[in-house]
T-cell receptor
Framework: GAVVSQHPSWVICKSGTSVKIECRSLDFQATTMFWYRQFPKQSLMLMATSNEGSKATYEQGVEKDKFLINHASLTLSTLTVTSAHPEDSSFYIC??????????????FGPGTRLTVL | AQSVAQPEDQVNVAEGNPLTVKCTYSVSGNPYLFWYVQYPNRGLQFLLKYITGDNLVKGSYGFEAEFNKSQTSFHLKKPSALVSDSALYFCAVRAPAGGKLIFGQGTELSVKP
């Protein structure tokens, strides 16, 4: 299947700093990328959807000024958590969906990034 | 509105026995249905999908799922469970017009030797 990578796999930062998480589709072009947040033993919560070259569409209740998403190319999207606070500590997972040539009806997920804000 | 329900938080199975993880859905039109598996501290791995065609879909690692339109169900099955199948399983649905994938709450599968 298609491969999606995420970096870093885990990060610890101080309160008030910003953290950037990268998501890459390694063997296909991702026309749409998604960012999710997951709390322990819970389902995934969609934060935002981004199409390459367009502004991201955020879900209700997600602060777009706090969670900056950039989808500058068909293989790379970044999530920046600005002025992070302890309540932002979570497991962040990206997902990518390609065009029809790569089974574009299927979303493939990255391995996740564990963010801990002290 | 689209929704997915996984009625069991946890399923316990003995190794070698068949397993079933249940999923029911609600969506307008013909659904796109997916199963994913998540191991601890990892992202989701795609197992299988139903878009159209045969109601019985075969996927990775010996898993299969049966689409039942009348019961709006898409249960995940495996004839013989392995200890290594122990993980968190998510069912998801998407409307054919695209858009968001809606996830169930997840079912924790525990396979004991």
């Amino acid at each position: 299947g298609a491969v999606v990578s995420q970096h870093p796999s885990w990060v610890i930062c101080k309160s008030g700093t910003s953290v950037k998480i990268e998501c890459r589709s390694l063997d296909f072009q991702a026309t749409t990328m998604f960012w999710y947040r997951q709390f322990p033993k819970q389902s995934l919560m969609l934060m935002a959807t981004s199409n390459e070259g367009s502004k991201a569409t955020y879900e209700q209740g997600v602060e777009k000024d706090k969670f900056l998403i950039n989808h500058a190319s068909l293989t790379l999207s970044t999530l920046t958590v600005t002025s992070a606070h302890p309540e932002d500590s979570s497991f962040y997972i990206c997902s990518a969906r390609g065009g029809t040539s790569r089974g574009g009806d299927t979303q493939y997920f990255g391995p996740g990034t564990r963010l801990t804000v002290l | 509105a689209q929704s997915v329900a996984q009625p069991e938080d946890q399923v316990n199975v003995a190794e070698g026995n068949p397993l079933t993880v249940k999923c029911t859905y609600s969506v307008s039109g013909n659904p796109y249905l997916f199963w994913y598996v998540q191991y601890p501290n990892r992202g989701l791995q795609f197992l299988l999908k139903y878009i159209t065609g045969d109601n019985l879909v075969k996927g990775s690692y010996g898993f299969e799922a049966e689409f039942n339109k009348s019961q709006t169900s898409f249960h995940l099955k495996k004839p013989s469970a392995l200890v290594s199948d122990s993980a968190l399983y998510f069912c998801a649905v998407r409307a054919p017009a695209g858009g968001k994938l809606i996830f169930g709450q997840g079912t924790e599968l525990s396979v004991k030797p």
